[in-house]
């Protein structure tokens, strides 16, 4: 890794937005039906040919747009290694390194986000952004209070996914670094 500042991502929520109107896939996403072993396993205990893919909406462009930024990209999701197999290559992305969770969607004593303690540990001091559609003011605290470097929670609203006025916020933070 360089000294660039990282960029952790987020899959459901910035690179699929899940929760846009089911009949309504957004103006430039694709729709694919995707069957990971996470998806499987949270849908436990019906064998897997019995469960239903995963309906996820991913727009082509956004691997060009992030690998564009000055950051190290990181996957920062659920989706874990299997975001390398499923969501990368279908947006253009390399293998990426990923954020392995020490208590996937566990409940943290202060209230914050679950994934929040594991991204401060990740990141060990250096500038990141954390794009995420799950973040609120608590985790924005802890992390200005905890994290020794620079680091920025960017809010993505799940219906709409990552947009230009992300792309263009994530330049300019870069810039200020």
């Known amino acids: 890794m360089t000294g660039r500042p990282l960029l952790l991502l987020d899959v459901d929520g910035p690179l699929n937005p899940y929760a846009a109107p089911a009949a309504r896939r957004p103006e430039g996403y694709l729709t694919h039906r995707l069957l990971p072993e996470g998806w499987v396993a949270r849908n436990a205990p019906l064998p897997r040919e019995e469960v239903d893919p995963l309906r996820v909406w991913l727009n082509p462009s ?26 990368g290559p279908r947006i253009g992305l390399p293998e990426l390194p990923y954020i392995r969770w020490s208590d996937l969607f566990g409940e943290d004593p202060d209230g914050l986000h679950w994934k929040t303690r594991d991204v401060v540990a990740w990141a060990d001091g250096r500038p990141f952004v954390w794009v995420d559609d799950e973040l609120g003011p608590q985790d924005i605290a802890w992390i200005e209070a905890n994290h020794p470097g620079p680091g920025l929670a960017l809010w993505v609203d799940p219906r709409i996914g990552l947009r230009e ?12 670094e």
């Open 165 to 176: 006025l992300h792309f263009a916020a994530l330049r300019e933070w870069a810039e200020d």
């Open 62 to 87: 956004h691997g060009e747009e992030l690998l564009a930024l000055p950051y190290d990209l990181v996957w920062a999701t659920t989706w874990m290694e299997e975001a390398n197999t499923f969501i």
